[in-house]
């Protein structure tokens, strides 16, 4: 031990002791200045708000005045039948809601990378399956929130563990059920670890990533989510054959293991396509939930 | 020592309190001064950022290791066979050759202690700083690079079997040492 001890003041003398006074002071006044700036965004923002606010009530009531806008004003509230100023999409409560608890996962051929454990990706990862399927819904007139936070980035500067992701991921899905009461469905969408094999399947020649539905075991809202994932599972079905490979529900011993999904009757886990499938095979998939999701939604609402 | 309200002093508090650990980590693991500052002045840019995520329940100065070991990978992973081992270690090994006087024998084991620890694999160059030079715990060690404490022993246990093997320090020694 003498020894690794001797070994180790010979290394740290042979670096340099300190970083030179000039870098340290330096160093110093920088790190304040961007917090000072950090500080005073905080502030600027609150401020701008209010300042926009006052200038558009302004220009408003000037309007109204100056400029007859009364007339108008009064035509508008009486008239029902204004045709609406946003999109149907952009007016309406989102009804769906789409986040990724392991936001890196990739595939493989998309990041020509080969080892199963290296299907991960800071970029090129689940999150665009997840922006797809919101595209896809809203133009049908479905409003999604699609959630992109990176899950793994709060975990490393938190320093939390992996198993802490869905911990992570529920802090905003939480606040946003509580914000939309009329979200209806909530998908977690990951990518499953298996072989292609295993994973895709060739319709009407052109290869789709299959789908699998995961659930919780744990009690709470299980049987809705079970219903639901069931009739989506139907529906694909119908129209494609083999693409679903089902419903699974993951008999954790631990029952506190829920994946979020007693948040809100209506959630669970998409695995869309595994980690040799590319996002081209997994935007198809998603084309065809679109389909199946508006489907379920409309014959909900009648 | 974190103060949201005041980012201000709490980032120059934390600075003051911790550069020097972390200059010592990042010269040590990059064999260059210059590459070093501009990192530890990128490890505090990243710990402003953050703060505000930041659990104050944790330990703060292995989170902020954990984000020095980041950023000494990151660059590592980008300046990999370019300007690390050129102008960190090399510089120096040039100067072995001018011949043999007392000074120049210390800047020859100088060398030959950068070449070695440039050597280890990142990760075992990690552990070995942390635990060696930064003094810490097999647990902080643990914490800071998120993995197992049976792994930090382990892999510390190996990295010091190379280190010692490439700067020829014998079994034979410790032995003769001991007695």
Request: hydrophobic share 35%.
């Amino acid at each position: 031990m003498q020894n690794d001890k001797e070994l180790f003041d010979q290394i740290k003398q042979s670096f340099p002791y300190q970083p030179t006074n000039e870098f340290v002071s330096s160093t110093e006044n920088r790190l304040r200045k961007l917090a000072r700036k950090m500080d005073r965004n905080r502030k600027v923002k609150r401020v701008s708000l209010i300042s926009t606010g006052a200038l558009v009530f302004s220009m408003f009531m000037s309007w109204v005045f100056l400029f007859d806008g009364k007339q108008e004003v009064i035509s508008s509230l009486t008239n029902h039948n204004t045709p609406p100023v946003l999109s149907e999409t952009e007016e309406q409560e989102p009804l769906v809601y789409i986040y990724h608890t392991h936001n890196m996962e990739s595939y493989l051929p998309e990041i020509n990378k080969k080892g199963i454990d290296q299907a991960w990706d800071e970029v090129k990862n689940i999150t665009q399956v997840g922006e797809k399927l919101g595209s896809s819904l809203k133009e049908r007139g479905i409003h999604v929130i699609h959630d992109q936070t990176k899950v793994h980035e709060i975990i490393e500067d938190r320093g939390l563990r992996f198993e802490d992701s869905y911990k992570v991921s529920r802090e905003r899905l939480n606040q946003e059920l509580q914000r939309h009461s009329s979200i209806q469905m909530v998908f977690d969408i990951h990518r499953d670890s298996l072989r292609r094999n295993q994973t895709t399947v060739t319709i009407n020649g052109k290869e789709y990533a299959q789908v699998t539905f995961v659930l919780s075991n744990s009690p709470e809202n299980y049987e809705k989510n079970h219903k639901l994932a069931e009739a989506i599972h139907q529906g694909l079905l119908e129209s494609y054959p083999q693409l679903s490979k089902g419903v699974v529900t993951k008999s954790k011993s631990d029952k506190t293991i829920t994946y979020n999904q007693e948040l809100k009757a209506g959630s669970m886990i998409v695995e869309i396509g595994g980690v040799d499938n590319t996002f081209e095979e997994s935007f198809r998939t998603v084309e065809a939930l679109a389909d199946v999701i508006e489907k379920i939604l409309k014959k909900q609402s009648h | 020592m974190v103060d949201l309200d005041n980012l201000e002093d709490s980032i120059s508090s934390i600075y003051k309190h911790y550069y020097l650990d972390v200059f010592r980590f990042l010269v040590c693991f990059s064999g260059s001064q210059q590459d070093a500052e501009d990192m530890t002045q990128e490890v505090f840019i990243r710990v402003l950022n953050n703060l505000k995520n930041f659990d104050c329940t944790r330990n703060l100065k292995a989170w902020i290791f954990t984000i020095a070991r980041n950023v000494a990978v990151d660059t590592y992973r980008r300046k990999r066979f370019t300007s690390i081992f050129k102008e960190g270690f090399f510089k120096k090994l040039e100067s072995k050759e001018k011949g043999p006087n007392e000074k120049l024998e210390d800047a020859e084991t100088v060398s030959q202690i950068h070449l070695a620890i440039s050597n280890l694999k990142p990760q075992f160059r990690a552990v070995v700083i942390l635990r060696g030079i930064n003094e810490f715990s097999i647990k902080e060690t643990a914490e800071i690079l998120k993995c197992s404490e049976t792994k930090v022993k382990v892999n510390y246990h190996r990295a010091l079997q190379d280190l010692k093997k490439k700067l020829h320090i014998h079994s034979e020694e410790v032995f003769s040492n001991a007695k």
